[in-house]
């Protein structure tokens, strides 16, 4: 077993005592990182009182380790495929260097013992003798994403169907005739396969919600959504746009020879213990087919409302609003605001054995047991309207439908909330009030909707400040203003301990956990209107959204920026997410 040296002297004291840091320092970090509730190290290296490589550098020193950086060295494939991907990723181990059966070693972390055993067990297997050394996180990553580099495993595929066809060119020259029958046999083959399954492989690992694959006169653009944000991942030479887009469209059963029309189509993987489906849709454009894979992980888990970001007053009314027998709980916001997700959050509080769920959904994004969930298939004759028909004759007690698109589908809805059952569903609109007038115009009367809508809620999503690279932010004037006007008169407990006279803002840095982004994940911002008596007089009345919406915001309803705002104090994200966000409100 490799065992690092360690010191009598603790790890932080050991800093002053070789000067990494004074004593003056090292107490003041102690306090404002104890009141920030962060972690010491990731404080000092933030404020930059040590970069990460100097405190790696003294962690080498304090376990008598040598220290390497890896960020600017090439190391050779071999060398690091020496242990598996999973094992480098796993316990944050690189093997750099071998010579005469010395294999080096570079570790993040000399306490983590389970890394030290796989390298005892590595040592054993391989019969190599292990020499340790201590790098920092960031120059790990470099040499284990540079491993497994997407423009570098493309560009190796890339090759190989180069080969492939100047070889299928050599044999066929004679058979003119077969040429189009070669062209497309080399879809089907390794090389293109490869390129899809990596490009599917790094959009999952990098926590992509969609992928896009996008032809252009000159070449072929691939780009990820992540945390809503697109952005692009690779060039690919044009010459493989059919055999691409062809590929996929195998994988989703749709017609390779029709490129003039829209196709719809879905596939599943299972890759590394997850179950994931893809949502295909392809486009004609002038250019050539756009192909859009909507990524859809099955194997996690619906999310709490805690998690998604309901506090307050908000999870108070809808806690109310779900434990009532029968009514309509509506979500509002434009696609990909996170409506279905919320909703899914909702029925795995409900979720009981005595309790009958059956939803109707598109597509169907988490599976929950217990509840029975379907898929529509308009192609079949399978819609909201009339799936909504089919579930009312299966004794439900809890109905979800994924959006009212239609009259048909809201009569429906209403009428499955006036008779017993309780119906969640969504709506596209951009704020809760508006959910009224757009109910009037397909057609239910006021009288029908304020017997049946229990509570109307909007909400939108904003990208969450990484947690590894958060540091405080300057606040400048405007926004200093525009933070205090707009929370004027919210409740102090609404504020939860966030400060808008004396505000306090942060920001990421940028690091390799988030990809220097700043931001990790995303979190929702929610407004949420319960339809209580004085809101019901003004949808019989046939008030405008404006009258509803000041009614409700004197009733003390929290609007979406304002929700926004308080989370950008509490550290959660950026004022200037908050204001992309609700800009249109």
């Known amino acids: 077993m490799i065992q690092p040296q360690l010191k009598t002297l603790n790890f932080e004291d050991f800093l002053v005592d070789k000067n990494f840091l004074t004593k003056e320092i090292l107490t003041k970090a102690r306090t404002e990182s104890s009141t920030a509730h962060r972690n010491l190290f990731d404080y000092l290296i933030s404020e930059k009182y040590l970069t990460e490589e100097q405190l790696t550098q003294a962690r080498g020193l304090f376990f008598n380790l040598p220290y390497i950086d890896l960020r600017n060295r090439q190391v050779r494939k071999e060398v690091l495929e020496i242990a598996s991907k999973e094992t480098i990723s796993n316990y944050k181990f690189a093997p750099f260097e071998l010579t005469d059966n010395v294999l080096k070693v570079a570790l993040t972390d000399p306490t983590n013992l389970s890394a030290l055993e796989a390298l005892e067990f590595l040592s054993q297997k391989k019969k190599f003798h292990i020499e340790p050394y201590i790098t920092s996180l960031t120059s790990f990553q470099s040499v284990f994403h540079r491993s497994g580099n997407i423009t570098t495993e493309v560009t190796a595929a890339l090759n190989e169907v180069e080969q492939e066809k100047q070889e299928k060119q050599k044999t066929t020259k004679v058979f003119k005739v077969f040429e189009s029958v070669v062209e497309q046999k080399i879809i089907d083959e390794a090389p293109i396969s490869k390129i899809v399954d990596v490009v599917i492989r790094h959009a999952i690992e990098g926590r992509a919600s969609d992928i896009h694959i996008e032809p252009s006169e000159e070449d072929l653009r691939v780009r990820y959504r992540i945390d809503?944000?697109?952005?692009?991942?690779?060039?690919?030479?044009?010459?493989?746009?059919?055999?691409?887009?062809?590929?996929?469209?195998?994988?989703?059963?749709?017609?390779?020879?029709?490129?003039?029309?829209?196709?719809?189509?879905?596939?599943?993987?299972?890759?590394?213990?997850?179950?994931?489906?893809?949502?295909?849709?392809?486009?004609?454009?002038?250019?050539?087919?756009?192909?859009?894979?909507?990524?859809?992980?099955?194997?996690?888990?619906?999310?709490?409302?805690?998690?998604?970001?309901?506090?307050?007053?908000?999870?108070?009314?809808?806690?109310?609003?779900?434990?009532?027998?029968?009514?309509?709980?509506?979500?509002?916001?434009?696609?990909?605001?996170?409506?279905?997700?919320?909703?899914?959050?909702?029925?795995?509080?409900?979720?009981?054995?005595?309790?009958?769920?059956?939803?109707?959904?598109?597509?169907?994004?988490?599976?929950?047991?217990?509840v029975n969930q379907a898929q529509i298939r308009p192609e079949i004759g399978l819609t909201f309207a009339s799936g909504l028909r089919s579930i009312l004759r299966q004794d439900p007690n809890i109905i979800m439908v994924g959006e009212i698109r239609d009259r048909e589908t809201a009569d429906l809805a209403v009428n499955s909330a006036l008779t017993g059952h309780l119906v969640f569903s969504t709506l596209h609109t951009n704020s809760a009030a508006g959910a009224i007038p757009r109910l009037m115009d397909m057609g239910i009367e006021p009288f029908l909707m304020t017997a049946s809508v229990n509570l109307l809620a909007a909400q939108r999503l904003v990208r969450k400040i990484c947690g590894k690279c958060k540091t405080s932010a300057d606040v400048s004037d405007a926004f200093s203003e525009m933070i205090k006007?707009?929370?004027?008169?919210?409740?102090?407990?609404?504020?939860n301990g966030a400060d808008p006279k004396h505000p306090k803002l942060s920001v990421g840095r940028g690091c390799p956990v988030c990809s220097n982004s700043g931001f990790r994940g995303r979190i929702g911002i929610f407004e949420v209107l319960p339809v209580t008596k004085t809101i019901q007089n003004l949808i019989n009345d046939r008030a405008g959204e404006n009258k509803i919406l000041e009614t409700a915001i004197a009733e003390g309803m929290i609007l979406m920026r304002q929700d926004g705002l308080i989370k950008a104090l509490k550290g959660l994200t950026t004022i200037e997410e908050v204001v992309r966000a609700t800009k249109e409100e």
């Open 228 to 370: 809503g944000i697109l952005h692009s991942s690779l060039i690919l030479p044009k010459a493989v746009h059919a055999a691409i887009i062809s590929r996929i469209k195998i994988l989703s059963n749709l017609k390779i020879d029709e490129q003039r029309l829209p196709q719809d189509g879905r596939f599943h993987i299972d890759l590394d213990g997850k179950s994931i489906d893809f949502r295909v849709s392809t486009f004609p454009t002038i250019v050539g087919e756009k192909i859009v894979l909507r990524i859809l992980d099955k194997s996690s888990g619906a999310p709490t409302l805690e998690e998604l970001g309901v506090t307050g007053r908000a999870m108070k009314i809808m806690n109310e609003a779900i434990k009532r027998p029968y009514g309509m709980f509506l979500m509002t916001g434009p696609t990909g605001s996170g409506k279905s997700t919320t909703l899914y959050a909702v029925l795995s509080i409900l979720n009981k054995p005595g309790v009958n769920i059956v939803t109707l959904e598109d597509p169907v994004e988490y599976f929950i047991d217990g």
């Open 485 to 495: 006007s707009e929370l004027r008169g919210v409740s102090e407990e609404e504020l």
